[in-house]
Every structure is written in structure tokens, then in C-alpha cells.
């Protein structure tokens, strides 16, 4: 496999494994909302909030959000299993749950007899997974189990057997060989993972020792990696293995940051830890509300006078979903592909903010998992601040980050004349396409990459509507998409195209399908 095939395999991976953490948004608000309104401290000070009513509905309201939390192994099994699969994607969805559960039986069961677990007396890296007491795999069991699926899947699915198991044919035939190949798969884990969660332990030791520098890795590397589609793999396994820390909180022993983060919500008396907020992204919530709008307003403000309300539109649009959910592609693309190099300036920013939230303990979550930067500072940052979150250093180091960010940018800008928006030797023109109008957008983004034939597959990730195509020679240039179809950016792969159109990417992948007549 060449380098262009294995970019491109690691590209599909990221977008898939991005499935289940976009489900994590709602659960974050529900949980930190009901974290927040039974928080002894609010009570006491809105002694309403404890009346019967409200004691009812924000439990429940914390206990319906962690309906994800507590299962995102399960759902991740599932989601990669259907993203991967080529056909029949429902079946291979059920066929990731079976195959989940039959690898976490097997493996239990197993382990049980031998002596291993001792289900009276569960240590770390034991736990019950829907009533099965088993090893616990992490969300790596689940991406086994799903990668495992989606390959049964797309090698038998058309499969025809001898009449006598004819009743297998097709489709039926996945989840049976799902049950059969999981159960090898419990057996052999039992065997291979004991020694991992030890290395993973020992990982885990070894970078939160590294601390402050640690810190900045962490921020840095994320953001350098951002526009390759690789840096869910820097921060996904700390979110949810023991690489993001193990604690034991209310009896529990909980590990993964997010999961970490979560339980210190959902139990009294218990106090954030700067070594897993880190891991949850403190450092986002400092240059997405702040540091990212210093940036916007240094473009508007070093853009050509007769176009600064165009661009002053386009800032705004981005800056919108930047600061309030953490969204922060539409805006970074904005300058990535002009000016690559004002995003490593970013990315060396990003880094900086993780040194300085890190140092002073600022113990506010900031991605989409937890409601976003807002709503993470609102609900668990100022209404948990008997949590040790120290939610008054965000505008303290705000206003300090806005400038930086506002200053170093204009300062770059003018010091290499980068081409940022507004200072093109083109005017930047009105968004040729309006945005209420995609029903004439899609037919001239199918056109730019070659027509209809020429589209293999249509997929979409939070930002980026992604399409494979036969031939990638035909596309249009990259200054096309921009200027005539109102695209942030494009980023050209092996096999297709990635077109950069913010958090509209998901509804014009479904347009588009609806109009080339595919699944």
C-alpha cells in the first residue's frame, strides 16, 4: 500500500471514529446541567432548586446524558462498523452490537473460570458491561470489534452458500459469522489485553509526569495535525483510556478523561485534577473564545478597506460557532490554505494556551463533549466552582489572548503581505452561491468535481463534505471552490476531494446524495 493509500485509510478512520464523539454534545450539557442545579453550593444559595421538583429532574437529567457516557465502547463498535461498511449498513450496525457483547461474554466467561476475575471483587480494568462482568477494553475493544465487523461485512455480505444453508445467504450470514469470529476474539483478548492496560498505566505515569511540557505537546500536536483529518488521534485515547488517567472517584475506578471528567461532575465532594482537565482541552476554551476572535478581527482589520464588510461577514460567520461550541475549522481554514504559515503560528499559540491553563489550574472542559467552551464555562466551570475549577481566569487570560493573538496575526500579516481574506489581488467577492439556496449549490459543486459519473461515494465529517471520486485529475482548482462556491477551503486526497463548508458539511451531504439518487 502506498503513502497516498495508507493517508487516505487513516483519513476514513478519523472520520469514522469522529461518529460516536459527535453524539457526546448533548450528553455533556445534560450532565453538566444536572451536575450544576445539584450542586450543594447553588442549592444553598437557591434554596428552589432543591424543592421535589427539581430534585427529580436534574438527576434525571444527569442519568439520561450518561446513557452515552457509559456506553461509548458499545457505540463505537456500532458506528465503525456502519461507517465502514459498503452495503446494508443496518445490518452491519447490529451485527457491531452483537459482535461487541459476544468478544465481552466470551472474554468474561473465560476469564471467570480461570480464576482471573473474581466477580465479588473486581479490580482495575474490570467492570460490567450491560449485566457482563468482563475485561474492560476501552473504546479499543469496540474499534476492534468494529473494524472486524465492517470487514466480515463487506467480504460476505453477497455471499451465496450450498441450498442446505441457504437460510444464511446474504446478509443473514454476517451476523452469525460476527457471533463466531467475536467469541475467538473474547478468547484471545483475555490473553493479549491484561498486559496492555499495564503498558497503558505505565504510559499514562510517564506522561502525566511530564506536566506543564506535556501540556503544551498535547495542544501543539493537535492543532498541527488538524489539517491532515489525523488529530482525532491525538487527543481520542486520552479522552478514553487509561493514557487520560485512572482515579478512583466515589468508589469507582473510572478511566479516560472524559470519563474521568464526568464522574468528578456526577459525585459530591469531589475535585477537579489540572492532569486530566488538560486531557478534556482546557486549553481550547481559552484560543476558541478569545484567541481565534483576536485573529479574526486582525484579518478584518488588515483587509482591503473596500472589502472589510465582506470580510467583516465571513469573520462573524466563523467566529459565531468558534467561541459558543468550539468550532473552530470554519475560521482556521479561512487563513490555512492563503496563509499556512499564520497557522502555525496558531498551532504554537494553541500549544501556549495548554502551558497557560495548565499552570494556573483552569479545570474547564472545552470540546463539543461537553457542550462546548460556553456552555462548559458556564455550567461547569461557574457553577461548579466549588469543584476547583477556577473559572475567573478565562477572562483574566482572555483579554490577554486576544491581543496576542490579535497583534502577532497583524503583525505577521502585514510583516510576509500574506494573502488573508480581503487582501487577494481578487476582491474577495460576495458569496457567489447564497447560503439559502443549496438546491443550485449542489449541482455546481457535482459539476467542479466531474458530474455525476465521476462521484463515487458521498460522506460528510463535522466540517467537511467528502466525496470519492473515479478520476481526480477533472476537478475544478482550488480558488473555484472558494470564490464561486462559497467553500472555506479544499483538500485534495488519493482518492477524492474534502471541501471545507463548516457545520453546513452534514446537510449538503444529504442534498447531494438526495440529487445523485444514492444511499
Not at 494556573?360 to 475549577?389: C, E, R, T, Y
Not at 487570560?397 to 493573538?405: M, P
Request: with cysteine; aromatic share 12%; net charge positive.
Amino acid at each position: 500500500m502506498d503513502k497516498k493509500k495508507i493517508f487516505s485509510s487513516f483519513q476514513k478512520l478519523g472520520k469514522v471514529l469522529m461518529a460516536p464523539v459527535l453524539l457526546l454534545p448533548i450528553s455533556g450539557i445534560l450532565v453538566g446541567v444536572g451536575s450544576a442545579f445539584t450542586n450543594a453550593s447553588l442549592v444553598e444559595v437557591a434554596p428552589f432548586l432543591g424543592n421535589s421538583f427539581f430534585s427529580l429532574i436534574f438527576p434525571l437529567m444527569k442519568d439520561a446524558g450518561n446513557v452515552v457516557n457509559n456506553n461509548i465502547s458499545i457505540i463505537f463498535a456500532i458506528c465503525i462498523a456502519y461507517g465502514y461498511a459498503k452495503s446494508e449498513k443496518a445490518t452491519a450496525a447490529l451485527s457491531g452490537f452483537l459482535g461487541y457483547m459476544t468478544m465481552n461474554t466470551i472474554m468474561g466467561s473465560f476469564l471467570i473460570a480461570r480464576g482471573v476475575i473474581d466477580t465479588s471483587n473486581l479490580i482495575t480494568g474490570q467492570k460490567a458491561i450491560l449485566g457482563v462482568t468482563t475485561l474492560d477494553t476501552g473504546v479499543f475493544g469496540g474499534i476492534i470489534i468494529g473494524l472486524i465487523v465492517s470487514y466480515l461485512h463487506n467480504k460476505y455480505y453477497k455471499i451465496q452458500l450450498p441450498p442446505v444453508l441457504g437460510i444464511f445467504n446474504g446478509t443473514r450470514f454476517i451476523p452469525a459469522i460476527t457471533i463466531i469470529v467475536s467469541s475467538f476474539v473474547g478468547i484471545g483478548l483475555s490473553f493479549i489485553f491484561p498486559p496492555i492496560q499495564n503498558a497503558l498505566e505505565l504510559s499514562s505515569e510517564f506522561i502525566n509526569s511530564t506536566g506543564v511540557f506535556g501540556a503544551f505537546v498535547y495542544g501543539f500536536a493537535e492543532r498541527m495535525l488538524l489539517p491532515f483529518g489525523l488529530h482525532h488521534f491525538i487527543y481520542l485515547p486520552f479522552f478514553f483510556t487509561s493514557l487520560g488517567g485512572v482515579m478512583e472517584i466515589g468508589g469507582q475506578t473510572v478511566e479516560g478523561a472524559v470519563n474521568i471528567y464526568n464522574a468528578i461532575l456526577n459525585t459530591p465532594g469531589a475535585m477537579f485534577d489540572i492532569n486530566i482537565s488538560r486531557y478534556v482541552m482546557n486549553g481550547k476554551v481559552l484560543f476558541a473564545m478569545f484567541g481565534l476572535t483576536g485573529a479574526a478581527l486582525a484579518i478584518y482589520k488588515t483587509a482591503k478597506k473596500e472589502n472589510r464588510k465582506k470580510v467583516a461577514s465571513l469573520m462573524i460567520a466563523a467566529v459565531i460557532p468558534c467561541a459558543l461550541m468550539g468550532i473552530t475549522e470554519p475560521l482556521e481554514y479561512s487563513f490555512l490554505f492563503v496563509a499556512p504559515m499564520l497557522f502555525g503560528v496558531h498551532a504554537l499559540l494553541s500549544g501556549i494556551a495548554y502551558v497557560l491553563t495548565y499552570i494556573v489550574q483552569f479545570n474547564v472542559a472545552g470540546p463539543s463533549a461537553f457542550g462546548g467552551p460556553l456552555l462548559s464555562w458556564i455550567f461547569n466551570g461557574i457553577l461548579n466552582a466549588d469543584k476547583g475549577s477556577n473559572w475567573y481566569w478565562l477572562p483574566i487570560l482572555g483579554i490577554v489572548y486576544f491581543a496576542v493573538y490579535y497583534y502577532v496575526f497583524k503583525f505577521v500579516i502585514i510583516k510576509f503581505n500574506l494573502k488573508t481574506p480581503g487582501r487577494e489581488v481578487v476582491d474577495v467577492e460576495e458569496n457567489a452561491v447564497s447560503e439559502s439556496n443549496t438546491g443550485d449549490l449542489i449541482p455546481r459543486i457535482v459539476e467542479a468535481v466531474g458530474g455525476k459519473d465521476n462521484i463515487l461515494k458521498v460522506e460528510a465529517c463535522f466540517t467537511r463534505l467528502r466525496l470519492t471520486l473515479k478520476d481526480t485529475s477533472v476537478i475544478e482548482k482550488d480558488e473555484y471552490f472558494k470564490n464561486e462556491l462559497s467553500a472555506n477551503g479544499i483538500v485534495k486526497v488519493a482518492q477524492g476531494v474534502q471541501i471545507i463548508y463548516g457545520n453546513k458539511a452534514s446537510v449538503y451531504k444529504t442534498e447531494m446524495r438526495e440529487y445523485l439518487g444514492i444511499e
